[in-house]
């Protein structure tokens, strides 16, 4: 049986946010006296996660998503509740646990900006007591399966973004963590770098069953990776389980474009009980269930003649992005 | 810790910092160049100052020069370790890379302390041990074993207090987010020690010597050199120094759990 890498029991955070009225007025007596409220971020959250599952944090900006994972890695400490991750609590940072871990933020780096990236990986080799050889070893294993060669050798302020990213990558996993935690890695990369990321980090997860913890508003992402995701909305979860099930829960319908070889036989399907979007001469727009797609479609067929077919899935980005909007949606 | 470890980082650092800086030729030459003026400047202010008096404070202009030769090796401590990594901790936590530094398994105040190196700062420092030995010269000081050691304690013990304040302001950036301000009236405290502790009112040398101890910084070191220091100064620096250091390795470790990370 696989075992719970990371067991969360009801966390929740809070931080003191100060807010200031507009204006000249505003500003003086922000100054002189700060008012400060505290503002739960996560609420009373639980979930657990086994050992080389890919899961996906889905919500909106400010939901709480970059939080979790902080406190996940032990970044920031949590107010309330028990986090154990790896049979350890992160807050404490203990060098066993950091060994085993690694964070990475698209929107944020480690690389010395000045010289090659090579220099930052035996710089993080010798941190984590890697010597020499062996982190050679590494860092020809790791630049193969990114595919960078003659870039760890150009200074990193000279590299584009997704040839940085690769690096950072890099730099981030010298350790072999078991656990990454990744804050919207492709966060800014043009399609191709983004599609050489998500590989990378299949074929990582399958070669070293890393459990990975991922964060991103790239849709893509997160279809191609996880199999599991995690909504926050509002600090809360508002769903934890397959991704393929969240989908079907969202669009439980799909629309089909029919092309009819007559505009007669379009009329009589307008008529035959299907819920119509709409129809054009010989084409008709209608909408159908995903659990009777099979059967309409054969009935579809076997009554009347047909020229051509199209299934339209919703876009992907529209359907999760309905999770994304606050409380429009109960998940 | 594992020592043999923290000096192969330390190596690694030292590497990868003189590699970064050596990456800009001219702005080294303009540093060394400043090193320079500065140091000159400083003497023809000081000698500006003993002009019409032969003594300040019952200081001589020769032993003065003392306190400037200790105030060059201590500045140029400070622009070699302390100003590349200190006023990085603003940075770090302002922008979250902070993160970066507090998840690897090393210890956070030493990587964010040692990580960086300005390699100019070695010319000042070298400036600083040439006039300090033209003034045991000068001065006809007789150097000795005891003599070494004592300097070489009140020395550290300077750089002790001077790094332990810098780290202090520094670390309250987990809480005022900015403090850039701090640091700039701790650097012209610090412009202050140049002068004998003497040459100042009996309120500033109690400020100076209680809450702000710039006066250990330079001061005592000072008077080891001329044989005027006596041994209670002298201990009370090394307590002053360790007190310092202690307070504010707790007080870093006190404010890391406020620590909020910036937002992504």
Known sequence: MVQNIIDVRNLSKSFDISSKEPGLKGTIKHFFRRQTKSLKVIKNISFEIKEGEIVGFLGANGAGKTTILKMLCGLIYPSEGSILVSEHLPFRRKENFLKNITLIMGQKQQLIWDLPPIESFYLNASIYDIDKFEAKKRIKKLSEMLEIDEELFIPVRKLSLGQRMKSELLAALIHEPNILFLDEPTLGLDINAQRNLRKFLQKYNKETNATICLTSHYMKDITSLCKRVICVQEGAISYDGKLDLLLKKLSPVKEILIVCRSEEDASKLENFGFTVKNKIKNEITIKIENESITPSLKSILNNFDIEDLFINEPPIDEVIGKVLIKKEYDI | ?264
């Open chain 2, 1 to 264: 810790m594992n020592l043999g470890k923290y000096l192969t980082i330390y190596k690694k650092f030292l590497h990868t910092s003189l590699a970064s800086e050596l990456e800009y030729k001219a702005n080294i030459l303009v540093d060394l160049i400043t090193a320079i003026l500065s140091l000159v400047g400083s003497i023809f202010l000081l000698s500006i100052f003993f002009q019409n008096s032969g003594y300040i404070g019952g200081w001589k202009f020769e032993q003065a020069l003392i306190i400037q030769a200790i105030y060059t090796i201590l500045n140029g401590i400070t622009n070699t370790w302390f100003n590349p990594n200190l006023t990085e901790i603003v940075k770090h936590i302002r922008e979250g890379t902070l993160d970066f530094v507090l998840l690897k398994p090393i210890d956070s105040q030493f990587f964010i302390s040692l990580k960086k190196l300005n390699p100019s700062g070695f010319l000042e420092i070298m400036l600083g041990f040439f006039l300090l030995f033209f003034c045991i010269r000068i001065n006809q000081i007789n150097l000795n074993l005891s003599f070494v050691t004592l300097s070489l304690v009140t020395i550290s013990c300077s750089i002790c207090i001077l790094y332990s304040l810098w780290f202090f302001i520094s670390t309250t950036t987990i809480w005022f987010v900015k403090t850039w301000n701090a640091i700039e009236v701790l650097r012209s405290f610090l412009y202050i020690g140049r002068f004998p502790l003497n040459s100042f009112s009996f309120s500033l040398r109690i400020f100076f010597s209680v809450f702000i101890p710039i006066a250990f910084i330079t001061t005592i070191p000072s008077e080891v050199f001329l044989g005027l220091s006596q041994l209670w100064k002298i201990l009370l620096e090394v307590i002053v120094a360790l007190v310092f250091l202690i307070t504010s390795r707790k007080f870093w470790l006190f404010a890391l759990k406020f620590y909020s990370s910036a937002s992504s």
